[in-house]
């Protein structure tokens, strides 16, 4: 696709935000559609986040993505949040609308329309490992699916206790617990669960590790991580290898960006292209 002075703008802001895959599968996605928009990635410093929202506004921008370490602390440059996003406490989404910046959070229908691909969650234990913004979207998607219970183990417990109070608050038929992240009673927790979901960056490339022991996991549970890089993580490796079924977070990616695509454009995307497009450049 040209670009011309009618392509319409939408990106991400980050810090730092070199690494994101968005502006491959977005763009390639425009262009097999015919659509006349472009994605670029903008770094913006943590202190600078009110400029870098009036800014795209007045520049004309459709509308960005959000991503760490500005997810909750844009929240506060918006004029809207949709529900999703109030209840997941984060925004991954803005689109300007009629000059109004909106905030939407497409990462929780993004890991549940992924991992419903392969699992259905209604009825479910799901344990969440983390409680950090992807915890939080991973929680509310499994609330909204239909999950009967909900365990949140974090290294801080106090993080644990502040997502499970919100999830008693938004999903009272849904049963929550919380724990610290070691010991005997966070072991039996997760062993009570039928599906595991590393919402933590531990395991992403250059950092190694398992969030829990896997001797924690026993055969037949299915782990899921929301890393994408590397593809298989030590946690997955090792769960695989106990007898887990396994799934990573590469199609949480390629969905949140598809819901917010559809937002900005009106345009239903092909997930499966913007997938394909994904790996192909990993
Ligand atoms: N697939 C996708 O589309 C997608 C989307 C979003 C995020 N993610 C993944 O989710 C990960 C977390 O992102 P986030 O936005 O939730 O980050 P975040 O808000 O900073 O939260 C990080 C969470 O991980 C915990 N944590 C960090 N380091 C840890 C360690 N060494 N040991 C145990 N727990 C640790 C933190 O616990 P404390 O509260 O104790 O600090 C916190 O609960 C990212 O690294 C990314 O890989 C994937």
Known sequence: MKITAHTRMVGIIGYPVRHSLSPVMHNAEFARLGLNYVYVAWEVHPGEIPEAVKGLRVLGAVGFNVTVPHKQAVVAELDELSEEAKAIGAVNTVRFENGRAVGYNTDASGWREDIERTISLAGERICIIGAGGAARAVAVGACQAGAAALVICNRRFETAETLGELLRHYFPSVEVTWS???????RELVRSCHIIVNATPVGMTGKGGCPIPSDWLLPGQFVYDTIYTPAETQFLAEAKARGCRVQNGLGMLVRQGAKAFELW??????????EREVRAFL
Not at 265 to 274: F, I, N
Request: charged share 25%.
């Open 180 to 186: 610290g992240l070691c010991g005997d009673h966070c």
């Open 265 to 274: 454009t009106g345009v239903k995307p092909d997930p499966d292209a913007m």
